[in-house]
C-alpha cells in the first residue's frame, strides 16, 4: 500500500445500516490459549522514569514500517494542549517492545500502534495508565481494548496482507479505528451507543484521518453498502457472529472477533466461497458484549 493520503479533516459522514439477520457460525477446536485482556493489571511499572535508551528494537523497526501511514496522522494543535498529551513518546515505545514480546510480530501493526497517542483517547484522568497493558474505562459500561488484544486482532485479520475495506463494530473511543486507519485502505466504524460515537469523533478530529468513516448505528447488522470487506473485526463478544457480518466478507476476507459468554475466544472465520467459512479458535479472551439496536 504505497497510495498516499490527504490529510484533510476527517469527513466523519455517516452512512446507513442494512437489514440482515444475525445468524451463527460453529466454531472449531481450540489452538492456544494465551492471557486474556484484563483491566485489574498493576500500572505501576508504566509510570515516567525519565530518558528510555534509543538502542534498536522491535518497537523501532515497526516504526520505520509504518512511516508512511503515520503521515495519516496530524498531531493535535499546539493552541489547544493537554496535559496528559505530554506523556512521552517513550512510553509509547515501550508499550510497542511489550507487545512485540507477547508475540504481536507484524511490523506494520507494530507501527501503528507506536504512531497513534493512545493517550488521547482516555480520560485525562487516566493519563498515567495510558500505556500499560490493559484495558481501560471509557465510560457507557464500555472499554478501550488492552494494546496487545487490539495488535493481535488487527495482526491475524490482515495475515501478512493487503488491506483495501476494512469493518469495525464497536468504535468506542475511536482509538482502534485510529490504529486500523494506519493499516488499511479504507477503514468504516460503527458504533451503537450515542455519546461513544460523539466521543470518538471528537477524539479523532484533532488527528485529521482521510481514510476513516464512522457510522452510529446497529453493528450487528453491519454496512452492506460499503461491503464487500477485506477484513472485519469486532470489538464485543456475542454468542455467535452475526450472519450478517459473515456475508459482508469478501472471498478470502478474514473476520476476527471475541465469541462467547463467561469464556471466551477469539475466533478466525475466513470466508472461502460464495456459501462457505472456515472457522479457527485463537486465545483466550474478555470483551463487552455484543448488543443489538442503538442507544
Known amino acids: ?38 483491566a485489574t493489571r498493576n500500572a505501576a511499572h508504566t509510570a515516567v522514569q525519565g530518558a528510555f535508551s534509543p538502542s534498536p528494537s522491535p518497537a523501532r523497526s515497526a516504526g520505520a514500517a509504518a512511516q508512511g501511514f503515520g503521515q495519516r496522522l496530524q ?22 517492545q511489550r507487545v512485540a514480546r507477547q508475540g504481536v510480530q507484524d511490523q506494520l501493526v507494530l507501527g501503528a500502534l507506536n504512531t497513534v497517542p493512545r493517550h488521547g483517547f482516555i480520560e485525562p484522568a487516566l493519563s498515567a495508565q495510558a500505556y500499560i497493558d490493559a484495558s481501560l474505562p471509557i465510560g457507557h459500561h464500555q472499554t ?27 468504535t468506542g473511543c475511536g482509538y482502534q479505528a485510529a ?20 466521543l470518538a469523533k471528537s477524539n479523532l478530529r484533532p488527528l485529521r484521518i482521510a481514510n476513516l468513516r464512522l457510522h452510529y448505528g446497529d453493528g450487528m447488522l453491519g454496512l452492506p453498502q460499503a461491503a464487500p ?3 472485519i473485526i469486532l470489538a464485543a463478544a456475542g454468542l455467535a457472529v452475526p450472519q450478517a457480518l459473515l456475508e ?13 459468554a463467561q469464556v471466551q475466544h ?23 458484549p455484543l448488543r443489538p439496536g442503538v442507544v
Not at 488492552?146 to 464497536?170: D, H, K, S, T, W
Not at 472456515?278 to 470483551?287: K, V
Open 75 to 96: 498531531p493535535v494543535p499546539a493552541s489547544a494542549p493537554r496535559a496528559d498529551m505530554m506523556i512521552s513518546d517513550a512510553i509509547r515505545n515501550q508499550m510497542v
Open 229 to 231: 470487506f477485506d477484513g
Open 179 to 198: 490504529v486500523l486507519s494506519c493499516v488499511a485502505r479504507n477503514v468504516y466504524s460503527i458504533e451503537r451507543i450515542k455519546p461513544l460515537h460523539e
Open 266 to 288: 477469539l475466533q478466525l472465520i475466513t470466508r472461502t466461497g460464495k456459501a462457505e467459512w472456515t472457522s479457527e479458535t485463537l486465545e483466550a479472551c474478555h470483551f463487552v
Open 248 to 260: 459482508q466478507l469478501s472471498i478470502g476476507g478474514r473476520l476476527v472477533a471475541p465469541v462467547g
Open 1 to 38: 500500500m504505497n497510495d498516499k493520503r490527504s490529510n484533510f479533516p476527517l469527513p466523519l459522514s455517516s452512512v446507513t445500516g442494512g437489514n440482515a439477520k444475525p445468524g451463527s457460525l460453529p466454531a472449531s477446536q481450540p489452538i492456544r490459549v494465551a492471557t486474556p485482556q484484563t
Open 144 to 170: 478501550i481494548s488492552q494494546p496487545y488484544i487490539v495488535a493481535r486482532m488487527i495482526e491475524v485479520m490482515r495475515n501478512g496482507g493487503q488491506l483495501n475495506n476494512v469493518l469495525e463494530i464497536g
